[in-house]
Structures are given as structure tokens and as C-alpha cells.
């Protein structure tokens, strides 16, 4: 059968010359015959439903690099790894739904305090645990974690010569009064003043003492009001949550590794042992304005949620992670697992795991 040109293969499949080229180099679509001496492309026919499902897919809002790493999967592993990617989609959907309709109520004037009745569904507490371990190849924990009624947050310190702990302990500190009666529709406020007034402190702890100029930390902090929980993060500390036996990161990494995975750059594979794997884009340094992502999230009881700092996922995987949280009911016990996987996997950085379990009160 004769080969189309690019062109024509183009307004066939519903795709832009530009990303043909794009998926090509990506590997997700690679050109029947390319002419050597014009560079030209020519497609089959046949490549048409490939392109087609690439197209749909993208307009899903799917990353390129979890389409090149469907496209490696037989129909019924592909149907089931495009189902896990909808349920974050959703979940995620549903968060922003909520801070939209907080935000409306907010802008139409017709925002109430949630919490000043409070519907059966919202006599809700948190059982937790909190295990922090130094690890085996460094010489300070420049991790910090605090764990209250209402609030949890992890940060990991960075910039050494004991700088990660002041900096780590100074967003702690600052998110430290929020574990308290904070009105539902003030809580993602509360967290990014809370935040603010962390970086402000650094920068002026730098601006007094020049030689802490570096130093900086990450930060993932939840904070609950009735049934409503606000989420705020930034770096590449986690947060996790397991709802209905499934296992969802709820943040972004604010990596290079990350960016680079979110343009299909680079493959789930090689981020993990990418150069650049442990290089921020983000972080509270007292030098740049970075804000923090803020989220919604419904309470629900039954729900799990993990906070951890990059000494967890830099050497256990999302599955063994996973297989804890699911798998293993006491919060202290799964805590003190999670810790453990991550000496047995070499324990190269500080590691500190919050568990918390959303439960009824009483």
C-alpha cells in the first residue's frame, strides 16, 4: 500500500505536522520511511489508529511520557494503566472542583464557616504516627515533622553545615499555630500565609547571618477543618493518599526530573537514575518568591494519607509504598515499616514518614 506523506498523514489523523516531528523524536509515532535525502516522512495507512489513539489520549491531558510508556503494553495492560491514570484525573478534578466553589462563595460573598455546623459526617478525627531516621550516610537529620489534631506537615532541610535544620525547623515553626479551630473556608489562606511567613523568616536569618545563604527546604503540609482538608506543598516532599483500597500521589515534585517526565523528555526509568534527580526547582530559600500549591480535599473516613520526605521515594518504589499503606492497618506500624524499607534500600538521606488515618470520632 502506498505511503502518505506527512501532510496527508497529517489531516488524516487529526495531528499537526509540528507533532508528528514532536512524536517522532519521542518515539511515539515513528515515521514508516524517512527519505534520506530530504528528510522528508512518509506514514502507512496502517499508522493511522496509532496516531488517532495518540491524539485522543492527548486531549485527555495524558503526558507524553505515559503515553510512550502505554504504547509498549498489550491492549488490556494499556486499557488498565489509561484507568489508573482517569481515577487521578478525577481526584484531582475533584479537588480543584472544590477550592472553584470555595472560591466563588468567596468572591460572591456568600462563603460560610463550615465549621460552625458540623454535619454528622464531620465529627471526624485523625489517628497518626510519625517515625523520622537519620539513615545511614549522613551526619545531621535535616528533616523536621510535626503531627497534631488538625495538622501535619513534613519539611526536609538542604544546604548543610546545619543550615537544612534551621531552615526545616523555621517552616515548622511557622505552621506550628495552625493546629487549632481554622474556619474550613480559610484554610488554603491560612496554609499560604503560614508558608509566606517561613520564607520571611529566612530571609531575614540570611540578611543577619550571610553565611546561611543556601540553605533552604521543601514542605508538604495538610491541614483539616471539619471535613474539608487543605493540602499546601512545595519541593519534593510527597503526599499520598489511599482512598478505596487505591493509592494516589496527590503533589507534584518540583524537580527537574519532573518537568523533564512531564514533557516526555525522559521515561519513568530513566528519571531514576536521571544526573539530575535530586536537583529542586522549587523550594523555601529566603531568596525567591516561590508560592506553594494549594489544594482541597474532602475528609472522609476511612482515608489514609502518607506525608514523606525525599528519603522515602528516592530509594523504595511507588509499589512497595503502596503495597505498606494498603496492606498494613496501625498507623505506627506502617510508619515504622515504610522507615525500614528505606534503610534496606541503602538509607543514603534523612527519611521521615507521617501515616494518618482519617476515622469517626469516638
Known sequence: MALMSSGEFARASGLTRKALRLYDELGLLTPARVDPQSGYRFYAPAQLEQARLVAWLRRLGMPLASIRAMG?????????????????????TASRRELASFLIGYLSGKDADMTSAASPEEALTIRYAVRSDIGLARADNEDAAYAGDRLLAVADGLGGHAAGEVASAAVI???????????????????????????????????????LRGMGTTVTALLRSGSR?????????RAYLVRGGEVFQITRDHTVVQSLLDSGSI??????????????????????????DLQFHDAVAGDRYLLSSDGLHACVSAEAIGAVLVGVADPDEAAEELVKLAMDGGGPDNVTCIVADIVPVG
Open 72 to 92: 509498549a503494553l498489550s491492549p488490556a495492560a494499556a486499557a488498565e494503566s489509561l484507568a489508573a491514570y482517569w481515577s487521578r484525573v478525577e481526584l484531582e
Open 267 to 292: 521515561t519513568p526509568d530513566e528519571a531514576s537514575s536521571h544526573p539530575q534527580r535530586f536537583l529542586l526547582l522549587q523550594a523555601l530559600d529566603g531568596e525567591h518568591d516561590y508560592a506553594p
Open 173 to 211: 515553626s511557622a505552621l506550628r499555630p495552625l493546629d487549632t479551630q481554622v474556619p474550613s473556608g480559610e484554610l488554603l489562606n491560612a496554609l499560604g500565609h503560614a508558608v509566606q511567613r517561613a520564607e520571611g523568616t529566612l530571609r531575614e536569618m540570611v540578611a543577619a547571618n550571610p553565611s
Open 229 to 237: 482538608i487543605g493540602l499546601a506543598h512545595i519541593g519534593d516532599t
